[in-house]
Protein backbone atom coordinates (compact mmCIF):
# COMPACT_ATOMS: atom_id res chain seq x y z
CA UNK A 1 0.00 0.00 0.00
CA UNK A 2 1.55 3.21 -1.20
CA UNK A 3 2.30 5.41 1.52
CA UNK A 4 3.04 9.35 1.32
CA UNK A 5 4.41 11.03 4.34
CA UNK A 6 5.65 15.11 3.98
CA UNK A 7 8.00 16.44 6.59
CA UNK A 8 9.25 20.23 7.01
CA UNK A 9 9.55 22.82 9.81
CA UNK A 10 6.21 23.93 10.22
CA UNK A 11 7.39 27.68 10.66
CA UNK A 12 9.28 29.59 8.70
CA UNK A 13 10.16 33.17 7.91
CA UNK A 14 9.53 35.52 5.47
CA UNK A 15 11.89 35.86 2.86
CA UNK A 16 13.42 31.95 3.93
CA UNK A 17 13.51 29.50 2.13
CA UNK A 18 11.10 26.49 2.86
CA UNK A 19 12.61 23.00 2.44
CA UNK A 20 9.65 19.94 2.02
CA UNK A 21 10.03 16.42 1.96
CA UNK A 22 8.24 13.44 0.93
CA UNK A 23 9.28 9.90 1.74
CA UNK A 24 7.96 7.21 -0.39
CA UNK A 25 7.25 3.30 1.06
CA UNK A 26 5.09 0.77 -0.11
CA UNK A 27 5.59 1.89 -3.69
CA UNK A 28 9.23 2.50 -5.87
CA UNK A 29 9.83 6.28 -6.41
CA UNK A 30 11.72 4.85 -9.62
CA UNK A 31 8.73 3.73 -11.50
CA UNK A 32 8.59 4.38 -15.06
CA UNK A 33 4.61 5.11 -14.56
CA UNK A 34 4.43 7.61 -11.82
CA UNK A 35 4.77 11.14 -11.61
CA UNK A 36 5.50 12.86 -8.26
CA UNK A 37 3.42 15.89 -7.39
CA UNK A 38 3.89 19.07 -5.25
CA UNK A 39 -0.16 20.63 -3.89
CA UNK A 40 -0.88 23.21 -1.84
CA UNK A 41 -3.87 24.67 -0.53
CA UNK A 42 -3.79 28.14 1.60
CA UNK A 43 -5.88 28.53 4.62
CA UNK A 44 -9.63 28.47 3.63
CA UNK A 45 -8.79 28.16 -0.27
CA UNK A 46 -8.72 25.83 -2.82
CA UNK A 47 -5.80 23.62 -4.48
CA UNK A 48 -3.02 24.76 -6.43
CA UNK A 49 -0.28 22.19 -8.43
CA UNK A 50 3.57 23.59 -7.27
CA UNK A 51 5.25 21.25 -9.31
CA UNK A 52 5.85 17.16 -10.63
CA UNK A 53 9.39 15.23 -11.41
CA UNK A 54 9.86 11.94 -12.59
CA UNK A 55 12.88 10.00 -11.28
CA UNK A 56 14.41 10.29 -14.56
CA UNK A 57 14.83 13.75 -14.39
CA UNK A 58 12.34 15.51 -16.30
CA UNK A 59 10.33 18.59 -14.10
CA UNK A 60 7.56 20.48 -14.70
CA UNK A 61 6.44 24.06 -12.84
CA UNK A 62 3.60 26.62 -12.28
CA UNK A 63 4.26 29.17 -14.17
CA UNK A 64 2.95 31.26 -11.75
CA UNK A 65 6.03 29.89 -8.96
CA UNK A 66 8.48 28.59 -11.34
CA UNK A 67 11.18 31.34 -10.34
CA UNK A 68 10.73 30.42 -6.90
CA UNK A 69 10.18 26.74 -7.02
CA UNK A 70 12.80 23.59 -6.57
CA UNK A 71 12.45 20.10 -7.25
CA UNK A 72 14.17 17.24 -6.65
CA UNK A 73 14.17 13.59 -6.15
CA UNK A 74 16.28 11.08 -4.09
CA UNK A 75 15.97 7.92 -5.47
CA UNK A 76 18.17 6.14 -2.99
CA UNK A 77 16.44 7.43 -0.31
CA UNK A 78 12.69 6.91 -1.87
CA UNK A 79 12.38 10.49 -0.86
CA UNK A 80 11.19 13.71 -3.20
CA UNK A 81 11.66 17.32 -1.64
CA UNK A 82 10.09 21.15 -2.41
CA UNK A 83 12.45 24.20 -2.43
CA UNK A 84 10.45 27.39 -2.10
CA UNK A 85 12.37 30.62 -2.00
CA UNK A 86 11.58 34.03 -0.83
CA UNK A 87 8.49 33.01 0.99
CA UNK A 88 6.15 35.44 1.70
CA UNK A 89 2.69 34.97 4.05
CA UNK A 90 1.07 34.18 0.93
CA UNK A 91 3.32 31.02 0.94
CA UNK A 92 1.61 29.68 4.01
CA UNK A 93 -0.55 26.38 3.01
CA UNK A 94 -1.12 22.65 3.81
CA UNK A 95 1.12 21.40 1.49
CA UNK A 96 0.93 17.95 -0.17
CA UNK A 97 2.86 15.39 -1.63
CA UNK A 98 1.28 13.42 -3.92
CA UNK A 99 1.56 10.92 -6.71
CA UNK A 100 0.06 10.27 -10.14
CA UNK A 101 -0.01 7.89 -13.15
CA UNK A 102 1.42 8.91 -16.88
CA UNK A 103 -1.83 10.38 -18.81
CA UNK A 104 -3.76 10.17 -15.93
CA UNK A 105 -5.78 12.42 -13.03
CA UNK A 106 -5.79 9.89 -10.77
CA UNK A 107 -3.80 11.59 -7.89
CA UNK A 108 -2.54 9.67 -4.67
CA UNK A 109 -2.18 12.31 -1.76
CA UNK A 110 -0.07 12.42 1.32
CA UNK A 111 -2.15 13.82 4.61
CA UNK A 112 -0.15 17.16 4.12
CA UNK A 113 1.65 19.50 6.41
CA UNK A 114 1.02 23.02 7.36
CA UNK A 115 3.49 25.54 6.34
CA UNK A 116 3.11 28.57 8.00
CA UNK A 117 4.87 31.83 7.32
CA UNK A 118 6.06 34.40 10.15
CA UNK A 119 8.39 36.24 11.85
CA UNK B 1 -4.32 32.93 -18.61
CA UNK B 2 -6.59 29.78 -19.12
CA UNK B 3 -8.64 29.63 -15.67
CA UNK B 4 -10.93 26.45 -14.66
CA UNK B 5 -13.65 27.41 -13.60
CA UNK B 6 -16.39 25.71 -11.45
CA UNK B 7 -19.90 26.48 -9.43
CA UNK B 8 -18.85 28.20 -5.94
CA UNK B 9 -21.86 26.25 -4.41
CA UNK B 10 -24.32 23.95 -5.06
CA UNK B 11 -27.00 22.42 -2.97
CA UNK B 12 -29.02 19.20 -3.00
CA UNK B 13 -31.72 17.34 -1.25
CA UNK B 14 -30.67 14.21 0.55
CA UNK B 15 -31.41 11.42 -2.27
CA UNK B 16 -31.37 13.61 -4.98
CA UNK B 17 -29.53 14.20 -7.77
CA UNK B 18 -26.73 17.00 -8.28
CA UNK B 19 -24.69 17.81 -11.48
CA UNK B 20 -21.52 19.23 -10.79
CA UNK B 21 -19.61 20.96 -13.66
CA UNK B 22 -15.92 22.23 -14.42
CA UNK B 23 -14.54 24.34 -17.66
CA UNK B 24 -12.50 26.80 -19.03
CA UNK B 25 -12.01 30.56 -19.32
CA UNK B 26 -11.23 29.96 -22.77
CA UNK B 27 -12.02 26.73 -24.58
CA UNK B 28 -13.91 23.75 -24.38
CA UNK B 29 -12.81 20.64 -21.96
CA UNK B 30 -12.02 17.22 -23.37
CA UNK B 31 -10.95 13.76 -22.25
CA UNK B 32 -7.30 14.74 -23.45
CA UNK B 33 -7.34 17.27 -20.36
CA UNK B 34 -7.38 14.01 -18.49
CA UNK B 35 -10.37 15.71 -16.19
CA UNK B 36 -10.59 14.41 -12.61
CA UNK B 37 -12.77 14.96 -9.19
CA UNK B 38 -11.57 15.15 -5.81
CA UNK B 39 -13.64 15.47 -2.49
CA UNK B 40 -12.17 16.84 0.90
CA UNK B 41 -13.78 17.16 3.82
CA UNK B 42 -12.69 19.44 6.89
CA UNK B 43 -9.22 18.71 7.80
CA UNK B 44 -8.43 15.96 5.20
CA UNK B 45 -6.82 15.04 2.83
CA UNK B 46 -8.47 15.52 -1.11
CA UNK B 47 -10.39 11.76 -2.01
CA UNK B 48 -10.06 10.78 -5.45
CA UNK B 49 -13.53 10.40 -7.07
CA UNK B 50 -12.92 10.17 -10.38
CA UNK B 51 -10.25 10.24 -13.01
CA UNK B 52 -9.99 10.62 -16.65
CA UNK B 53 -13.39 11.91 -17.13
CA UNK B 54 -15.19 8.90 -15.82
CA UNK B 55 -13.09 6.05 -14.51
CA UNK B 56 -14.26 5.52 -10.83
CA UNK B 57 -11.69 5.61 -8.52
CA UNK B 58 -11.20 2.43 -6.17
CA UNK B 59 -13.51 2.13 -3.10
CA UNK B 60 -15.76 5.04 -4.46
CA UNK B 61 -19.49 3.79 -4.48
CA UNK B 62 -21.28 4.04 -8.00
CA UNK B 63 -23.52 6.61 -7.32
CA UNK B 64 -20.82 9.08 -8.26
CA UNK B 65 -20.15 9.25 -12.31
CA UNK B 66 -18.26 11.37 -14.70
CA UNK B 67 -19.33 12.49 -18.27
CA UNK B 68 -18.40 15.29 -20.56
CA UNK B 69 -21.33 17.93 -20.83
CA UNK B 70 -21.10 20.30 -24.16
CA UNK B 71 -18.00 22.32 -22.85
CA UNK B 72 -17.01 20.90 -19.38
CA UNK B 73 -16.77 17.87 -18.26
CA UNK B 74 -19.68 17.10 -15.63
CA UNK B 75 -19.54 15.05 -11.78
CA UNK B 76 -22.74 13.48 -11.21
CA UNK B 77 -24.21 12.73 -7.72
CA UNK B 78 -26.95 10.10 -7.46
CA UNK B 79 -28.62 9.64 -4.15
CA UNK B 80 -27.23 12.86 -2.58
CA UNK B 81 -26.42 11.27 1.11
CA UNK B 82 -25.77 13.64 4.21
CA UNK B 83 -21.73 12.85 4.05
CA UNK B 84 -21.44 13.89 0.26
CA UNK B 85 -21.51 17.54 2.13
CA UNK B 86 -18.11 18.49 0.71
CA UNK B 87 -15.93 20.75 -1.58
CA UNK B 88 -15.57 18.91 -4.52
CA UNK B 89 -12.52 20.19 -6.71
CA UNK B 90 -11.90 19.17 -10.47
CA UNK B 91 -8.45 19.08 -12.01
CA UNK B 92 -7.55 20.04 -15.81
CA UNK B 93 -4.07 18.51 -17.82
CA UNK B 94 -3.05 21.67 -19.94
CA UNK B 95 0.18 19.75 -21.57
CA UNK B 96 3.56 19.93 -21.59
CA UNK B 97 3.40 19.02 -17.58
CA UNK B 98 1.30 21.16 -16.28
CA UNK B 99 -2.33 20.97 -14.47
CA UNK B 100 -4.72 23.18 -13.20
CA UNK B 101 -7.29 22.66 -10.56
CA UNK B 102 -10.44 24.69 -10.13
CA UNK B 103 -11.71 26.36 -7.41
CA UNK B 104 -14.09 24.19 -5.87
CA UNK B 105 -17.88 23.71 -5.67
CA UNK B 106 -19.14 23.50 -1.94
CA UNK B 107 -21.63 21.15 -1.72
CA UNK B 108 -24.50 21.36 0.61
CA UNK B 109 -27.20 18.22 1.20
CA UNK B 110 -30.23 19.71 2.60
Known amino acids: QLQLQESGPGLVKPSETLSLTCTVS??????????WDWIRQPPGKGLEWIAT???????YYNPSLRSRVTISVDTSKSQFSLKLSSVTAADTAEYYC???????????WGQGTLLTVSS | QTVVTQEPSFSVSPGGTVTLTCGLT?????????PSWYQQTPGQAPRTLIYNTNILSSGVPDRFSGSILGNKVALTITGAQADDESVYYCVLYMGSGLWVFGGGTRLTVL
Open chain 1, 26 to 35: GASISSDDHY
Open chain 1, 53 to 59: IHYSGPT
Open chain 2, 26 to 34: SGSVSNSNC
Open chain 1, 98 to 108: ARHTRDSGDFY
